[in-house]
């Protein structure tokens, strides 16, 4: 898939998912996309851990706590850990912001679907999903992405016009 179609095509999943296992190649593929994403002062805080053993995949979804994703046959998990690069700031959010898109768009790229969860499980579920894969108490998982090929339609959300919020040579001048 062309970089531009998996940009314009690609929409959050939340709804039941086939139960095809998603093999280590494509897992690694995907992270890969992840590793490659840029970084504050190439500091590369963004880890990423794969998972598609099926008990693991369905504790990290129990956890989560939502029905459609314990039909996931893999999940992604994104941590990070917050580190001083460039004058006192620390740059690890926007690290793995653009990690968690890069990553996107390979699973999407790659005929799955899947949800950037970061909100529902901030503080305790993460801590949780943490202990399930031994993550050591200097990282946190920051986001949780439950996978898999789509089992259902997907009619994605309703964007605000291009023109409410892009312009060309100057605030609010159209294309
Ligand atoms: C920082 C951030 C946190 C998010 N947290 C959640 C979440 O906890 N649960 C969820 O279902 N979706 C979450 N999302 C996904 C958004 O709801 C989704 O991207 C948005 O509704 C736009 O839909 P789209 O991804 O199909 O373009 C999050 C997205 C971002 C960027």
Redesign the pocket.
Same mark, same amino acid.
Request: proline fraction near 0%.
């Given at each position: 898939m062309d970089v531009m179609d998996a940009i314009y095509t690609r929409?959050?999943y939340?709804n039941t998912f086939k139960p095809d296992h998603i093999p280590d190649a494509d897992l690694k593929e995907i992270l890969k996309a992840g590793v490659a994403a840029p970084s504050g002062c190439n500091q590369q805080t963004t880890c990423f851990i794969a998972v598609n053993d099926q008990k693991m995949v369905y504790n990290l979804a129990a956890i989560y706590g939502a029905s459609w994703a314990l039909t996931a046959p893999a999940a992604i998990l994104l941590l990070t850990k917050e580190t001083i690069s460039y004058k006192g700031n620390s740059y690890h959010i926007h690290d793995y912001s653009a990690a968690a898109e890069n990553v996107l768009l390979a699973i999407h790229a790659k005929g799955y679907s899947t949800?950037? @969860?970061? #909100?529902? @499980?901030e503080g305790e579920k993460a801590k949780k999903m943490g202990d399930v894969l031994g993550v050591p108490e200097d990282l946190t998982v920051v986001i949780y992405m439950p996978l898999g090929i789509p089992d259902k339609e997907n009619p #994605?959300?309703t964007k605000k016009p291009f023109e409410d919020r892009a312009w060309l040579n100057g605030y609010r001048k159209e294309f």
């Open positions: 929409k959050s939340r949800t950037w @969860i970061e #909100g529902q @499980i #994605g959300v």
